[in-house]
């Protein structure tokens, strides 16, 4: 491995991260490397005073957050109003997506025999038979 592939491994090194065999490599080439040894005793003295930092924490930190992370309750009147609408939402969306992008079929496509052709290893009592049931039905004027 090469210096700049060592050193982008060398914290990951320190965290006990890599696979054995890559962190075998690295200890190896840092024995024989006096620029990967200065970065990885750089690392390591940066990890230390990191390490030795104190952040205040204010006492009532556990309930702030406790606080914040709970689910905040809606009114059934709320969730039904919230149901109401996303319905409406769908069915006015179909209705209007309807209207606005009709496609009329061409005159080489038939309709009834590419459906029932694309239906007919559907099982009985699926979606796709009961299409199919549907359009020979429609085809025979009922």
């Given amino acids: 491995m090469t210096c700049p592939e060592i050193q982008d491994r060398l914290s990951a090194y320190l965290d006990g991260e890599l696979a054995p065999e890559v962190r075998l490599q690295v200890a190896e080439h840092i024995q024989t490397c006096a620029a990967c040894r200065v970065e990885l005793t750089l690392l390591v003295r940066l ?61 080489w496509f038939d309709a009834e025999i590419a459906s029932l052709e694309a239906f007919q290893d559907f099982p009985e009592g699926s979606l796709g038979s009961l299409v199919v049931s549907y359009q020979a039905e429609e085809g025979n004027g009922a």
């Fill in 47 to 107: 990890e230390e005073a990191l390490g030795a930092l104190k952040a205040p924490v204010s006492l009532d930190l556990t309930e702030r957050v406790l606080v914040r992370l709970s689910p905040q309750r809606r009114s059934s009147w709320q969730n039904l109003a919230l149901a109401a609408s996303l319905v409406i939402g769908i069915l006015l969306g179909g209705t209007v997506g309807r209207a606005l992008y009709i496609q009329p079929v061409p005159r």
